[in-house]
């Protein structure tokens, strides 16, 4: 595993709570037959205002610009670049904490675990003041990618900073992997206690996986180092026995050039044949 580069990134995780369980702070359950209290067209909702009646610490997030909100938490992850190994996983709240914030208490946890971080990346979502600071203060140099019309905070854009946003883009096969084949786009638990300790088992299970591939593919590498110079393929070239032209056949061959050359000179003519009749074209 590599202790020098490294990257960061978020994402939401759906709640167990729906949406109807977010009403007004300090109603009650509502019991009125046809379920109207869980109307709620044309009513602007906010987690200041409202809360989940079932999951207290689920917040109404929007998954990104002009898409619907939905009651979730986020989960913040570290990825080591030289193999894609998930080696931090954190479930907090989707409102509270932003992405730099955690990212930079995870370079701590870094540090505190031996670990030596050089460079951390991650998207334009890190692209703050705050997250470089907070990094180059611990010794590490930021590589987030640069929003578009703002400062680059003096971030070098050298061939390292490009090598990270290249890499730090597997840190999605993560997630990816984590809410299909793992399961986790939604969360089974109340809390983000115990669905944090569910991610680290979705995580650790990725993990598994994707050292067996490492090791699979490293023995592959090994078994073609091992493999003597040389063709690929050593054996004789099939011997065919030699063709004979008789007469036949070169009467056959010049048979089917005499129309082809034919062709062609109508062509250039303005002139085909079909069925042994001249047709011009018109």
């Not at 870094?110 to 334009?124: E, M, W």
């Not at 638990?189 to 699979?216: D, F, P, S």
Request: aromatic residues 6%.
């Amino acid at each position: 595993m590599s202790d020098d580069h490294f990257s960061v990134d978020a994402t939401l995780i759906e709640t167990w709570a729906s949406l109807k369980s977010f009403k007004p702070k300090g109603t009650d359950q509502g019991t009125v037959s046809g379920n109207s209290w869980t109307d709620s067209k044309g009513e602007q909702r906010g987690n200041a205002m409202h809360e989940s009646t079932t999951d207290a610490e689920a917040k109404l997030v929007p998954k990104g610009p002009g898409k619907e909100a939905r009651l979730s938490f986020a989960g913040h992850a570290t990825m080591e670049n030289r193999h894609g190994l998930c080696v931090l996983f954190e479930v907090r709240p989707a409102v509270g904490a932003p992405e730099w914030a955690v990212a930079v208490d995870q370079a701590v946890e870094l540090r505190n675990r031996g670990l030596k971080p050089r460079t951390i990346g991650g998207d334009k979502g890190y692209h703050t003041a705050e997250f470089v600071t907070g990094l180059r203060a611990l010794g590490i140099v930021p590589n987030p990618a640069l929003k578009a019309g703002q400062r680059t905070l003096r971030a070098v854009c050298a061939a390292a900073h490009a090598a990270s946003q290249k890499v730090r883009k597997r840190i999605e096969e993560i997630f990816g992997w984590a809410k299909t084949t793992g399961g986790f786009r939604k969360s089974r638990y109340r809390g983000v206690e115990r669905t944090h300790a569910h991610g680290q088992y979705v995580v650790a299970t990725w993990n598994l996986v994707r050292m067996a591939k490492l090791m699979l593919s490293g023995q592959q590498e090994a078994a073609r180092a091992r493999r003597p110079p040389g063709p690929r393929c050593a054996r004789p070239p099939a011997l065919r026995p030699p063709t004979r032209r008789g007469p036949r056949r070169e009467r056959r061959e010049n048979a089917s050039a005499e129309p082809m050359a034919a062709a062609k000179i109508m062509k250039s003519t303005g002139f085909y044949i079909k069925r042994d009749r001249f047709f011009a074209v018109c």
